[in-house]
């Protein structure tokens, strides 16, 4: 049975306005972690806003972001499934585009794996915009890392 968590429409690219509309980080109240996350979001390049942890998209949305990033936490087919991709259920490993340096690489991540899978979410539509390719991984650290030199890449921004 299809299932369906998002209000809004799915994308396989990412919106434009994201040029534009600030970008709401939501952390994770753990110290460590959020050092962390606020070093690798230095290289995203728009205008982004680190909020606390536990902010409901009111609350964020109330602050002046119109996107907030998200992530997904699932083994690699489910977590497929649960974003509306197409993946043919017999496969026993999945490919994801990751970027250890700066540019992109193909990586085979066995099928049952536990992967992170970030994406940014239109607040007010309930829009979530994947990217173009699947580049979930087994960090969340690596898996943001990729989302934001593929969102780069794509908008082709050094």
Do not use: C
Not at 11 to 37: H, N, Q, R
Not at 41 to 51: A, C, E
Not at 92 to 113: C, F, Q, R
């Amino acid at each position: 049975m299809p299932l369906n968590l998002f209000k809004g429409r799915r994308s396989e690219f990412f919106s434009i306005d994201l040029k534009v509309d600030p970008l709401a980080i939501p952390k994770s109240g753990d110290e460590t972690l959020d050092k962390e996350l606020e070093e690798i979001m230095k290289s995203y390049p728009y205008k982004y806003k680190l909020t606390e942890p536990g902010l409901s998209e009111a609350q964020i949305r109330q602050d002046g972001s119109y996107y907030v990033l998200r992530f997904i936490f699932a083994r690699d087919k489910a977590a497929q499934n649960l974003l509306g991709y197409d993946g043919a259920k017999s496969q026993s490993a999945i490919v994801s585009v990751t970027y250890p340096d700066n540019n992109p690489h193909l990586k085979n991540i066995p099928a049952n794996t536990m992967v992170y899978k970030f994406y940014f979410k239109h607040i007010d539509s309930g829009n979530i915009f994947l990217g173009t390719k699947w580049d979930a991984d087994l960090t969340w650290q690596q898996a943001l890392i990729n989302q934001i030199r593929a969102f780069k890449a794509e908008l082709k921004i050094n």
